[in-house]
């Protein structure tokens, strides 16, 4: 810039000083010019003196003087024309070379504007950020190209010169690019049009093409700006994956908001997803956490265009995520995996065969809830590089959304459940009130009867015998107003649960009646009814009051065992012949559903089963991985129900305690017995604090603490500041019945059922209590140190049921001989019943050659399954024996010296039972509990 202005002002400056050199020798010229006439009127006057004196002196010689001044005179004025001559040629040729000058200096001015504009030009051309390129308009050959155009097509500048514009246009647009060109080289406008440039690899790069006419002397050229949109086309297409995604995530959140059924929303989700991703199957599962196992409740192969997704077959079982290794993936860490190539399986970590190997693309997206993998969905094409990240992007939206909905069909068919439950619970409580064995009153708040039992009747109006109606009330019966009655109610309305002895006149003497009352509350926690339990104890001591509580614990349980033996037997047979006729009943026909429930709540009643067993003992109680702190929640709830106003509870709970495996019923009873100690030992009020921790023990201090080991532990706390324990009583207080609280308030054995408890658990106990200042008490629970393992109780992998052999079957219980009768033969068995040991020894007697296996029940009147095999045994039995009874569980067959025996528990189905007979006739071990 600063040089072109240098050149303005000289160019400027130049025509005034040429302008006063002209002048100049203009007036050199004058002067010249008028010297020269002085000269000649010099001469002419000299000329003038010599002829005159030649005429007046025709002889007489000139002087020489004045021929020296004429000679002299004579040369000055040839010497002066001359130079004026001389002059007047100079000043007439710079007048011809001025404008000769400066035309040449104009053209040399407008070749360095010319030679600057070339630069800036070229300059332009080749920094352009748009690929340009300069055209023939007659050939359409190339004449130049800047390195973006050689940038975009791939080829060199060199290797572009030279070719044919339309060479680089696909055939489909050549014919458009043709006719822009012509129009282009007529000087016409055009029109940007959108084209697809072919690059040196063979790849269509999308442009925007812009024409130009070029005015050059003898050249018709066109300027050629080839736009590149390929990133405004990505926008472009992402901009319509989104709006298809919303499409499609709006259309499947409509659908799956609409049901509640979880095949129905699998075959919404395949339907919506199948036109969108390429698939050939899909597969949906459910992760549960807790077993690390991957349930099937989805698997189809995709459908076409108006199909629906049609089933590959029978779902399959429950996986292992570990055992998967791209489920694995997803379902410990919540990854989302694309597979469409060996490299994506290498940068994996996986075979290059996985999968399916490169020639099968997956997708796979967890379903998320929070930071919580629900389950995943896994879509696979039998294609390499099928899918794209829009297609993962689109997976894993709706992945998530059908999360949602998954849930929400859960904890629908979850209150379905509990809907029925409530139904059935009221039928309950009607049937248990009017049959409980012991005296049950329910009414409101006001003492007015609802309903109650004719056990209650009795007690409550023993000089009558009649029902108790609706119009009784327990505040309108003096004894039981003036025993404060009135009071305990209003505290249950509060909430609480209290006991108190009643009193009032029998027929022949006074009678004593222990109440317990505690509130019955609505779905709203609300408390609406209140519940009392009498019980007689008008003859009961302290003494033999513990004596008989601790038989009635006993009997119960034996009861309840007694019991549950029972009815797994009846269950056998109603569990046995459901899964019978499912053999011979298909899917579609009738009563298959129907059937299929049968099984089901069979299946629930034989839990039940299992539950009085392990509180009879005669099986043990199932531990499971769990959170301690959940049980403490559920605790607490329980606790601000029941304990007094004076007493203000308190937690303290770890943020991420440790998993521990136990039984959550046992530890909730073990915490309640802690609760109600503390309570009892805080009769004015004070604080009760639960808190739990994450510990680690060294050896040293294991060392220090009897039946402590080293390890890391869960400690449970439960502190009070009550009356404290006296330091006699330390070494005592985890006797059984061993109490300080008076007859008829306690058992004592809530500690030692606590103590029990955590022994069973691997734990230990320690606690520290100092008289007036309260007692705290410390549970040391054992970490889970591993993953639980799966418990099944039936098995996993393929057997063939069928056989040829005979199977004599001894049962006390007709209908599960039946049963057998009916199940075994179909699938070539022979089968031989017995209902008692001694038809079996008759029947062995006869048959012994023929029967190869013995299926005996463990308990039947007379003669047990045990002694019955003995004899057998005794009479030359060679065959194998599968005992069964409807107990079960570890220590009954250690109790009953059964270890190494095959063992199958009541209730089972006919699959069990066929397991069971097969693997025991192949001589294998089989131990269905």
Wanted: glycine fraction near 6%; charged fraction near 25%; hydrophobic fraction near 45%.
């Amino acid at each position: 810039m600063t040089q072109n202005n240098e050149t303005a002002t000289v160019s400027a400056a130049a025509p005034s000083v040429r302008e006063t050199a002209r002048r100049n020798s203009q007036r050199l010229l004058w002067l010249q010019g008028l010297f020269l006439l002085a000269i000649c009127a010099a001469f002419w006057v000299l000329w003038r003196r010599i002829q005159t004196v030649m005429l007046l002196h025709a002889h007489s010689p000139l002087p020489s003087s004045e021929l020296r001044l004429f000679g002299w005179l004579t040369f000055s004025v040839l010497g002066l024309m001359l130079a004026t001559f001389v002059s007047a040629v100079l000043y007439t040729v710079r007048s011809l070379a001025r404008p000769l000058r400066e035309q040449a200096a104009a053209l040399l001015r407008q070749r360095e504007a010319l030679r600057v504009v070339d630069a800036m030009f070229s300059d332009l051309f080749e920094h352009s950020g748009e690929a340009l390129l300069i055209l023939d308009s007659g050939t359409q050959t190339i004449r130049r190209v800047n390195h973006h155009c050689a940038d975009l097509t791939g080829y060199e500048p060199e290797g572009l010169v030279g070719r044919s514009f339309l060479d680089l246009i696909g055939e489909v647009q050549r014919p458009q690019a043709a006719a822009m060109l012509e129009r282009a080289g007529k000087g016409q406008a055009v029109e940007a049009a959108e084209l697809a440039l072919m690059t040196r690899a063979a790849q269509r790069a999308p442009i925007e093409l812009l024409l130009f006419p070029l005015c050059a002397t003898g050249d018709r050229l066109t300027l050629a700006i080839c736009r590149d949109i390929r990133e405004r086309k990505n926008q472009e297409r992402e901009i319509q994956n989104l709006i298809q995604q919303f499409i499609v995530l709006n259309e499947v959140g409509a659908n799956l908001a609409t049901t509640r059924d979880m095949k129905r929303l699998c075959t919404i989700l395949c339907e919506n997803l199948a036109p969108m991703i390429p698939m050939d199957h899909m597969r949906i599962c459910l992760y549960e956490k807790e077993t690390g196992l991957l349930r099937p409740v989805f698997d189809h192969r995709a459908p076409g265009p108006g199909e629906t997704p049609v089933e590959t077959g029978p779902l399959p079982d429950p996986y292992p995520a570990e055992s998967a290794p791209v489920e694995r993936l997803v379902a410990r860490d919540g990854r989302y995996i694309l597979l469409g190539s060996e490299a994506d399986r290498v940068a994996l970590g996986l075979d290059a065969s996985a999968e399916g190997g490169p020639e099968v693309s997956v997708l796979v997206s967890p379903m998320m809830l929070g930071v919580d993998v629900i389950g995943l969905i896994r879509v696979s094409r039998a294609a390499p590089s099928a899918h794209t990240v829009f297609h993962l992007e689109l997976l894993c939206n709706v992945a998530n959304t059908a999360a949602l909905a998954i849930r929400n069909a859960q904890l629908f068919e979850e209150l379905s459940r509990t809907l029925d439950q409530v139904r059935d619970s009221e039928a309950l409580l009607s049937g248990l009130v009017s049959q409980a064995p012991i005296a049950m009153w329910i009414g409101d708040i006001e003492g007015r009867t609802r309903i109650a039992n004719e056990l209650a009747a009795a007690m409550l109006l023993p000089q009558k015998d009649a029902p108790l109606d609706a119009g009784y009330s327990l505040l309108e019966d003096e004894p039981f107003v003036l025993q404060g009655l009135r009071a305990d109610l209003e505290r249950v309305g509060r909430g609480e649960i209290v006991q108190r002895e009643l009193v009032r006149e029998g027929r022949r003497h006074s009678l004593r009646y222990r109440a317990t009352l505690f509130p019955l509350r609505d779905a709203r926690r609300k408390v609406v009814h209140a519940v009392i339990l009498f019980e007689d104890v008008t003859s009961t001591r302290a003494l033999e009051a513990q004596l008989r509580q601790a038989q009635k614990m006993e009997a119960i349980g034996t009861l309840a065992g007694g019991i549950a033996h029972d009815f797994n037997n009846l269950l056998t047979g109603v569990l046995g012949y459901a899964s019978y006729l499912l053999e011979h009943i298909k899917p579609d026909q009738k009563y298959h559903r129907e059937i299929r429930l049968i099984e089901q709540s069979a299946q629930r009643a034989a839990e039940l089963t299992r539950q009085l067993l392990a509180f009879s003992r005669k099986t043990v109680p199932r531990k499971n991985r769990m959170d301690l702190n959940d049980v403490v929640h559920e605790t607490l709830r329980i606790l601000q129900r029941s304990l007094r106003h004076e007493i203000e509870l308190k937690a303290d709970l770890a943020p991420a305690l440790s998993p521990i495996d136990a039984d959550a019923t046992q530890m909730q009873q073990a915490l309640l017995n802690l609760c109600i100690n503390a309570r009892d030992a805080m009769p004015q009020g004070g604080v009760l604090t639960i808190q739990t921790r994450n510990e680690k023990l060294t050896l040293a201090e294991a060392r220090r603490i009897p039946d402590a080991s080293p390890g890391a532990y869960v400690r449970l706390t439960v502190i009070d500041t009550g009356e404290g324990i006296p330091p006699e009583n330390f070494d005592r207080i985890f006797d059984p019945f061993f109490t300080t609280k008076e007859v008829g308030q306690g058992s004592g054995l809530g500690l030692a059922m606590v103590y029990g408890a955590v022994q069973s658990l691997g734990g230990f106990i320690t606690f520290h209590s100092e008289v007036g200042r309260g007692s705290q008490f410390d549970l040391w629970l054992p970490v889970a140190a591993a993953p639980q393992p799966e418990t099944t109780s039936i098995p996993r992998e393929s057997f063939d049921p069928s056989g040829t052999e005979t199977v004599l079957v001894v049962d006390d219980e007709p209908h599960i001989l039946e049963l057998v009768e009916a199940c075994l033969p179909p699938h070539g068995y022979r089968v031989v019943t017995a209902s008692n040991g001694a038809a079996a020894l008759e029947t062995l007697a006869q048959k012994r050659a023929e029967i190869d296996l013995a299926l005996l029940d463990l308990l039947m009147p007379g003669m047990d399954g045990k002694e019955l095999w003995r004899r057998m045994k005794e009479a030359g039995a060679q065959f194998p024996v599968l005992f069964t009874s409807g107990y079960g569980g570890d220590d009954f067959i250690a109790a009953k010296n059964l270890e190494g025996y095959n063992f199958l528990r009541k209730p089972y189905s006919i699959d069990e039972l066929l397991y069971a007979v097969r693997k025991t006739l192949d001589k294998q071990t089989v131990q269905i509990y």
